[in-house]
């Protein structure tokens, strides 16, 4: 189980209970936007959606996305961790968080401990960063936790093309 602690947040394996906080996150405009429809309406979905996205993963690679929650009340404000796709050998780092939360730093806070998991605890070195063409913020969290713009890349089964940012 992996639990990584912030100044501010808790970063914890998502259990089922999530489900609600998750049905709100997936469905912000800001996620649906910049990440993609999941296709989560009620309870349900997005039980199903924990389970076959961040769970599975934790079967299958060691890591996932985790729920971020403030450190001194336990608020779930969002969510971070390590991404694995299909088409590239290294798992890339992910972030989203409630409107309500922006701008304080969290994103930029919980991505740089996730790195610094993935090397201490998962011996992986080498992280990805991938954004939405005109994702202005996903894109300074990246140069700020340390990672550089690489190029463009048409991901496959994305319809928009993607930026790649790489380590340094
Ligand atoms: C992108 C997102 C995660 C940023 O979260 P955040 O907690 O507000 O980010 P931080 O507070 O750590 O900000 C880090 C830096 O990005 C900048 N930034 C954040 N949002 C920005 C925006 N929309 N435009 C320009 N810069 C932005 C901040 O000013 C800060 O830079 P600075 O330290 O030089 O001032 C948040 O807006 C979000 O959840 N968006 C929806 C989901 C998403 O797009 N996820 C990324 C998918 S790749």
Sequence with gaps: MALIETDRLILRDFTLDDAAFVL????????LENIGDKN???????EDYILNGPMKSYQENGYGLYMAEL??????VGMCGLVKRDFFVEPDVGFAFL???WGLGFASESAKAVLEFARDELSIDRVLG????????????????GLKYDK???LPGYQEQSRLFIPK
Excluded at 40 to 46: E, I, P, S, T
């Design 24 to 31: 709100n996150l997936v469905n912000e405009p800001s996620w």
């Design 71 to 76: 450190k001194l009340k336990s608020v779930p």
């Design 40 to 46: 989560v309406h009620n309870l349900q979905d997005a």
């Design 99 to 101: 409107p309500e939360y």
């Design 130 to 145: 991938i954004t939405n063409i005109d994702n202005r913020g996903s894109m300074r969290v990246l140069e700020k936790i």
């Design 152 to 154: 463009i890349v048409d």
